[in-house]
């Protein structure tokens, strides 16, 4: 069938952070809306339709890429560095044209949780400039891809996010006896092999720790690894899944990574971490969860740092390994939200902001009389005061059960984001009425207020009596003269699951009234 949101991002090729960032956007989308298809450009389609139950089209095979981006609504760009000329210009132009693509097919463009960077050519510049231009949401996941793009396009909003692979979980029952450091290579320059030996033997030699490998990417470093636990005896791990790699990471007591998502991975394992990498994500990243230069736990080195100053920084973090541990814990919930934001704001940018509608209620006799009509004085009407009063306390008291009532992907990102009214339930009365039921509960006397006239400027037209009841639309329920209307039912919604909650709590109210009344002297 046709794409709802199609995905566009390093997939297929077997990179343990890729893999989980689509993981974890396929997960949250279908937690919110299990009804989106979903179709995944991808490396290797087939492996990536049976992991994970999506639809999925060879990246280079253009002509069907090209078919499933006329028919889709979204066009979800993300997450990882795509936007970056480190790796080749051809990589970029690639990720620019499908962009451009998909802006001429009609799909709405979601450049989700990225970093940008690094961009050598003027020219790369001002294609990725074009490309947050022609986006119709953006969040970055660093504060240096942030910045950056602020200066490109400042009349953008754009949102500060985390990357998705923070939400990974580790498994259970994977606890070491042992006290053991793990560190997760790339060949980087030449004599970073060299370094990195002399920086795991010190570990081993100082803190008598044992030691593990992790290869993220077995396409580039499996065979690294591999020379490297030859030559320090160090043991290679091979996790079956994301999961697996927090959880080893979980228990160790030191991450030494040259990968953004091994930093990543012991984020979400709440383990100290230093990065060892000519790649500037890996410093930006540190930076924005607190370890920048200015931290005073600085644990960023790049691969021009001598072995020594390895050592130290290795030693800095370990000495400080409880207080870093507390520190990541600390920040988890807020990073782990903003990367669930992004599912739901994916959502809502294939559904759209959605509209509301207002629903009028009111409840009368089965004569017709309407117990809601307050009368020329209302403070004096008893019999509209009693149902007021219920109405006002069946929504105090069954709040939940009429905002379950309402509730959509699309209607509850409508409440109190892209219009009104806002999603807190409350109740707005008036300054007439509410001048009533502040006097009854204050049990004071209560003096009506003058009616006055709308003045409009035109002496030949008769006065207009001014409204005393709520007309800025701003509340979920407000009294509008002889009725009140229920302003939170989406347009697309049937008010029939509304009505029901609101007359099963009026009726519930009602009773509660009578069992109270009934036997009193009038």
Request: net charge negative.
């Amino acid at each position: 069938g046709d794409p709802d949101i199609m995905l566009c991002g390093y997939y297929g090729y077997g990179n343990a952070g890729d893999d989980s960032m689509l993981s974890c956007i396929v997960d949250g989308i279908r937690r919110i809306d299990p009804s989106l298809a979903i179709c995944v450009m991808s490396a290797c389609p087939e492996k990536t339709r049976a992991l994970y139950l999506v639809d999925a089209v060879n990246r280079f095979d253009l002509p069907a890429v090209l078919r499933k981006l006329e028919r889709t609504k979204l066009f979800l760009f993300g997450g990882g560095n795509l936007f970056q000329d480190k790796t080749s210009t051809h990589s970029l132009l690639y990720y620019v044209n499908m962009i451009g693509a998909a802006k001429r097919s009609g799909a709405k463009i979601m450049i989700y949780a990225n970093g940008i960077g690094p961009i050598a050519k003027a020219k790369n510049i001002y294609r990725v400039k074009e490309c947050l231009a022609a986006a119709d949401s953006i969040s970055l996941r660093d504060g240096y891809s942030f910045d950056f793009a602020k200066k490109l396009v400042p009349e953008k909003n754009i949102r500060l996010t985390f990357d998705p692979a923070v939400l990974v979980s580790p498994c259970e029952n994977t606890v070491r006896d042992e006290r053991y450091f793990v560190v997760l290579p790339k060949k980087n320059a030449s004599d970073a092999g060299e370094k990195l030996l002399r920086l795991i033997g010190h570990i081993r030699r100082k803190y008598k720790m044992r030691a593990f490998l992790i290869s993220m990417y077995d396409n580039e470093d499996l065979d690294y690894c591999r020379r490297l636990s030859a030559k320090t005896g160090a043991a290679l791990l091979r996790p079956a899944s994301d999961s697996e790699i927090v959880s080893a990471l979980a228990g160790a007591a030191l991450v030494i990574s040259s990968r953004l998502h091994g930093l990543i991975y012991a984020t979400a394992a709440a383990c100290p971490m230093m990065s060892f990498s000519d790649d500037v994500k890996l410093g930006s990243y540190l930076d924005y969860i607190g370890f920048g230069k200015s931290s005073g736990l600085f644990c960023a080195a790049d691969t021009y740092s001598d072995a020594e100053y390895l050592c130290m920084m290795a030693d800095g973090v370990l000495s400080n390994a409880d207080k870093i541990r507390e520190m990541l814990a600390a920040g988890l919930p807020m990073w782990r939200t903003l990367a669930e934001y992004e599912f739901s704001e994916a959502v809502r940018t294939v559904r759209g902001n959605g509209s509301g509608k207002h629903n009028n209620w009111s409840i009368s006799t089965n004569t017709g009389v309407n117990l809601l009509n307050p009368g020329e004085t209302p403070y004096e009407n008893a019999q509209f005061l009693l149902f007021l009063c219920a109405v006002i306390k069946a929504v105090d008291e069954y709040q939940d059960l009429l905002r379950v009532s309402v509730a959509s992907a699309g209607n509850d990102h409508r409440l109190g984001a892209q219009e009104a009214p806002p999603a807190v339930i409350s109740v707005f009365l008036g300054t007439e009425l509410e001048g009533i039921i502040d006097a009854i509960v204050g049990e004071n006397d209560y003096t009506a207020p003058e009616h006055k006239s709308l003045r409009i400027g035109v002496d030949v037209l008769p006065a207009i009596p001014q409204d005393t009841t709520d007309r800025n639309r701003t509340s979920p329920v407000a009294f509008t003269g002889n009725k009140f209307e229920f302003r939170m039912v989406g347009s697309s919604d049937s008010i029939a699951c509304a009505n029901i909650m609101l007359n099963a709590a009026m009726a519930e109210t009602l009773k509660e009234f009578a069992d109270r009344l009934e036997g009193v002297p009038d």
